[in-house]
């Protein structure tokens, strides 16, 4: 059954056992996990990789199943699931675990995958899609944050913010407790100052990597030779870099129509700040519309693959960087 994704506090008082979040947006799927479930469930939480849980299924199940498991309320969250759990999953629906709820979380599912189909067809298991935040709602998040605290703000910073959070609701929140740890006994905050939190060396190396990599620009060979990136940093590395490729595939229409390419960059929500304008006209200038395509389609399945061999992460991104730059006819 599929629901609104406001309507999830009224399915645990339905008693409903069994919920599927899936989508791009990880960052509020925490958030729900976290300040819905977790609460219920007083820290008796188990979490659980997929690929564990298959290497030993009849273990699994047995300690899911063993009586001793319901003396008090569980939560067992089950991560980057695939259709390769469903028969698992149907096995324990078949089941009574009165006192266990199950969360099957992963990301971007297509309409025709099993697990999917399983959850939003069955009556008594939820399916909840978390789609991607924009521009508005990490805008109205940042105005709750303030708003709720009392923390004199103007739209300027808040815009800042947003543009900075490069639509991930994760990066948004961490600026946003930081201020919030600033601020303390002060209810007000200067832009200097949230230029001074905002100053982050190793997020800067990042956010140049994606940038020298999408216009060729061989700099980024020293980059990854000069930083060990941690598994949090190569999906931060993949996130920022599909931020960016969605953010040109737009202005590069938009640019096709007007054909005026300093207006549209300049016109462009999020607002982008000066110092970025020449970076993505060099990104404009290198890639097409076709390029575009194809290089969101392979940072998605690159970003499926690192998750899936998290040992090996950060060899598959630098392979990922470096053969494109070894196969381009463009470097600089």
């Keep these: 059954m599929i629901i609104k994704l406001s309507d999830i506090k009224k399915t645990l008082k339905n008693y409903y056992k069994f919920y599927l979040f899936f989508g791009s947006n990880t960052g509020q799927i925490e958030e729900i996990i976290s300040n ?5 469930f007083l820290g008796n939480t188990f979490s659980y990789e997929e690929i564990d849980i298959l290497s030993n299924k009849d273990r699994f199940l047995i300690s899911v199943l063993n009586k001793s498991f319901f003396d008090d309320k569980k939560l067992i969250i089950i991560n980057n699931a695939t259709d390769k759990i469903l028969e698992i ?11 266990t709820t199950i969360i099957v ?9 099993k697990l999917r189909i399983f959850f939003e067809q ?60 600033f601020v303390k006994n002060n209810n007000f905050i200067h832009l200097k100052d949230i230029l001074k939190l905002s100053t982050n060396s190793e997020n800067y190396k990042l956010s140049e990597l994606t940038d020298f990599y999408l216009i060729r620009n061989k700099k980024i060979i020293n980059i990854l030779n000069e930083n060990i990136h941690s598994p949090e ?21 938009e640019v096709e129509q007007n054909n005026n390419e300093d207006f549209v960059i300049s016109s462009y929500r999020p607002l982008i700040f000066w110092k970025d ?25 690159i970003e499926q693959l690192i998750k899936k061999n998290s040992s090996l992460a950060g060899q598959i991104l630098n392979n990922f960087f470096l053969e494109t730059i070894e196969n381009s006819n463009n470097i600089i």
């Design 36 to 40: 819905v479930f977790k609460t219920e």
């Design 89 to 99: 999953i149907k096995s324990l629906h078949s089941k009574e675990i009165y006192e």
């Design 105 to 113: 979380k992963t990301n971007i599912l297509e309409k025709k995958s």
């Design 122 to 181: 069955n009556k008594t298991t939820i399916s909840v899609p978390f789609y991607e935040d924009n521009y508005k709602t990490l805008h109205l998040l940042a105005q709750n944050f303030f708003r709720e605290r009392k923390i004199n703000i103007s739209t300027q910073i808040i815009n800042f913010l947003v543009e900075k959070s490069k639509n991930n609701r994760t990066n948004l929140k961490n600026e946003l407790l930081k201020i919030e740890s």
């Design 233 to 253: 940093d190569n999906i931060l590395i993949l996130k920022n870099l599909l931020f960016k490729l969605k953010r040109l595939k737009k202005i590069k229409k």
């Design 277 to 301: 304008k020449d970076m993505i006209k060099q990104q404009l200038k290198n890639l097409s519309i076709s390029d575009i395509k194809t290089l969101i389609i392979k940072t998605n399945k």
